[in-house]
């Protein structure tokens, strides 16, 4: 291999999920072990992977879908290494224990299809955004990889008396157990929140962590829908 590029052949594998740099995903594919990825995530592979999109298992759960938290998503099946992206995104890879994890879809770049998943409302936030918001929430044993537009930070709620509060825009995921309500501060409304042009945040509370991304961009919003 040419030596300015043997830097970025891949590492051995060492877990079903990690992160190939900071902005791609390298998945280990067994038969038997199938994925849940992004449509349109897919930059390369190796070895023989299959690609189905609208699988049967996310049309059960497509008519959830109608609140606007719906991801497009494609079952990969095979056996082969799996590059994913999202655009240059930052990827961030999480394993869970037999927790759980909350995530705003349009962050949600791909997950172990034998995870337990479902959209659900947020409780909390109905007299704030109308309708209130909705989450994708994934639990059990296995990974998940998320996007952040930027470096993102992992906020460790503690468990103490004091909230966390994020601008909804910069959402990317939370722990479920978390305690979650809105604010609104009208006398700052012109400094708070650059992207929502309002002052209204998210406070959390408890014990578990906040995943927060450095982009306000539109595209990237949590679905508040009035």
Known sequence: MNQPLAGFAPAPVTARMENHGNHMLKVAMQTGNDLFARVGSMVAYEGFVQYEPNPPAVRQIAKDWMTGEGAP????????????????????????????ISVNATNLLAFDAHLTWGVERVK?????????????????????????????IVVDCGGGEDETYV?????????????????RSFKAQSLIGRGSGEAYQMAFSGQGIVVVQPSEDSTDRLRIRG
């Open 167 to 183: 601008d909804p825009d910069a959402l990317v995921a939370w722990s479920p157990n978390l305690k979650v309500k809105g604010k």
């Open 124 to 152: 909390g936030l109905a007299k704030f955004a109308g309708q209130g918001l909705w989450n994708t929430k994934i639990s059990g044993q296995g990974w998940v990889a998320l996007t952040s537009r930027g470096t993102p």
């Open 73 to 100: 998503l494609m079952k990969c099946t095979g056996d082969g290494l799996l590059y994913l992206a999202d655009y240059g995104a930052n990827v961030v890879v999480i394993n869970l224990n037999g927790d759980a």
